[in-house]
Nanobody, 127 residues
Framework: VQLVESGGGLVQAGGFLRLSCAAS????????MAWYRQAPGKERELVAA???????NYADPVKGRFTISRDNAKNTLYLQMNSLKPEDTAKYYC??????????????????????WGQGTQVTVSS
């Protein structure tokens, strides 16, 4: 299994970026996926997650600004980030959970439920 993120960069506050996570070795439409981020000196935190049934949830700080989606044909996960703020500055990681779930709409409850991770892509938002 390999997850490869791309799309990070430096952007001014109010700008936008779209992150991509190209997956191999797994079929992302069949499993829950998520975006996490980690700022220097802080713990890794959930940004957004999507179930195999395409139910999504978002961390409160990004609700209304970020959108998680996937392209099943490309086996790629996306994170559209609009109205970026300096506090969004972090390294963003793609994660996959291959644990069994009882429903296609289940979303893993915590970071330990994700067993595959990408190497991360840096997002820096200047004020």
């Amino acid at each position: 299994v390999q997850l490869v993120e791309s799309g990070g960069g430096l952007v001014q506050a109010g700008g936008f970026l779209r992150l991509s996570c190209a997956a191999s070795g797994i079929i992302i439409s069949l499993i829950p996926m998520a975006w996490y981020r980690q700022a220097p000196g802080k713990e890794r935190e959930l940004v957004a997650a999507i179930s195999s049934g395409a139910t999504a949830n978002y961390a409160d700080p990004v609700k209304g600004r970020f959108t998680i989606s996937r392209d099943n044909a490309k086996n790629t996960l996306y994170l559209q980030m609009n109205s970026l703020k300096p506090e969004d500055t972090a390294k963003y990681y793609c994660a996959a959970s291959t644990n069994p779930y009882s429903s296609d709409y289940d979303i893993p409850s915590g970071i330990d439920d994700y067993d595959y991770w990408g190497q991360g892509t840096q997002v820096t938002v200047s004020s």
